[in-house]
């Protein structure tokens, strides 16, 4: 059984100092086909609850050129091409989910930025709805959660609105063009937040999203990511910092090559450690566990297996490095595939009970 | 005409200077598969330094632009000389999956290795595959899959393949969730980690001879 004397919000608190908690903090990301199949297995629970979510969004801070635009370009039997809040023209499947089909961008060159998106966006007002985060805040506070003000990082902003392609040849060609991007959007988010606060909501915390690796390691390089990208990230955790909050970092992919680099912008954690792209909670801990906290890592492809053996082996194995620093959450490595059964994903939550316990 | 210039502009993914080197080439009465393995040599620097990680993504993108606009300068010269590609490869990322940046790498790649590249899409069905086989009778064919839930897409992909009859046509799969076992288990031939990996195991695949 899970050995609960904190609230959420304490245990997480604590262990951004690395102080001794009762036990791990927990959150979870599923598919929406994983709860649709476990629905069928006899979940009656919201998951997050079965997991017991420490963790409280209070906002999305998603600064979009064309705020409610949805419009639907082309469609046939199984999928959808339509024109969204972010100018991009995205194919997506109809009844089922899955990463869509990138068709077309709203910055396809330069003068697109400049004569037209730019200006479109300084214009808009913020993008986060306020009476929505208070009520988050008033759930979140109730249910003894770290309450965090959530957005999207610049990186992953600037590819919703140049495409992969165009991104990265921009980065080698045109660096002034990207930063402008990159400042501009940035300046958005941190907008956002300061709006939320002007308002009077009062986070433990700040939570950016944004893809900037692959299985193999990084989109852009180290090189260029210091030059053009980490200026923004350390400028982002810097403003979590004044106000007394940790900074956290959500990115897929191989970032080993970059965490010194993390750490010098003053992230506090990341989060989730996707472990077919080498992340591996075992070998940062012990070189990187006091100065960064790390949330995740169990790897969803074992959980697919349905193997009790193997998965018992990957949570005990990555929660017990993880302790070691109490600085460490348990999240899985990506988000929990519909191929895991209910039943197995149950004996994982029994595992998070099992060793997630500090003596 | 010293063509280590056009090699170079190349490996820098400089498409101006790749494409006036070529231009010069050109009209320098140069051999056409001499301009054309000159750039080869540079797309295959940038993929052996990408796989070292000394160069990534953005690197290999402007490289291939390069050379996609030297092709487009040279290409008719090729064809009047009856130089074509020795080696044909489809690629197309399987059922049920829309996603496409990696399929698009690896074509791209492809491409840059005189590989003659019929990239079938997204969501391609695996009767789509043998179709499209049957018609280009390639050498290679590439399947893609970005989600857990689309990998048994591959395996019945292949298993339509060698039911056509296509059991000499070599079939290299990836994607993010895809493994060396996972390929050896639905009986692909290969498995490529990454877009410069694909070049490399196409041409072992096919005898080492595209270069």
Known sequence: MRDVRMTGRERISRMFERKDQDCIPRMESFWGDTLKRWRTEGMTDDPNVVVGNDFQGLCWSEPFPYPGQDVIIKEDADTVTKRDAWGQINRYWKFREGTPEHVGFPCETKEDWYTNLKPRLLALGPSVNLAGAEWALKIGRRQGRWCHLTGLETFEMTRHLLGDENTMIAMIEDPEYLVDVSRTMTDLVLNDFEYLLANGIEPDGVWIYGDMAYRSGLLCGPPLYRQLVWPDHQRMAQWAHDHGWPFVYHTDGDVNGVIEDYIKAGFDCLQPLEAKARMDVRNLCPDFGDRLAFIGNCDVMVYATNDRVAIEQEVRTKIEAGKATRGYGYHSDHSVPPSVSWETYCFVVDLVDKYGNYD | ?211
């Open chain 2, 1 to 211: 005409m010293d063509l280590s210039q056009l090699t170079e502009a190349i490996k820098t993914g400089n498409r101006k200077a790749a494409a006036q080197l070529t231009q010069e080439a050109i009209e320098a009465q140069t051999d056409p598969r001499s301009i054309l393995d000159s750039m080869i040599v540079g797309m295959d620097d940038i993929g052996a330094r990408f796989q070292r990680n000394e160069v990534f993504v953005p690197e290999m993108l402007i490289a291939a632009r390069a050379m996609k606009e030297s092709m487009f300068i040279l290409e008719p010269l090729l064809i009047a000389a009856g130089i074509r590609p020795e080696f044909t490869a489809i690629i197309g990322t399987v059922q049920g999956d829309l996603h496409d940046i990696g399929k698009n790498l690896v074509s791209m790649m492809w491409k840059g290795a005189n590989f003659n590249v019929v990239d079938l899409g997204t969501n391609v069905s695996p009767e789509r595959f043998v179709e499209a086989a049957k018609e280009h009778n390639p050498q290679i064919i590439g399947l893609s899959a970005l989600l857990t839930t689309t990998m048994p897409s591959m395996k019945s992909t292949i298993e339509q393949l060698r039911a056509a009859g296509l059991s000499t046509t070599k079939i290299i799969i990836g994607g993010a969730p895809i493994t060396q076992e996972f390929a050896t288990q639905i009986g692909a031939d290969a498995f490529a980690p990454d877009a410069a990996s694909a070049v490399e195991v196409a041409r072992h695949l096919v005898g080492n001879k595209a270069a």
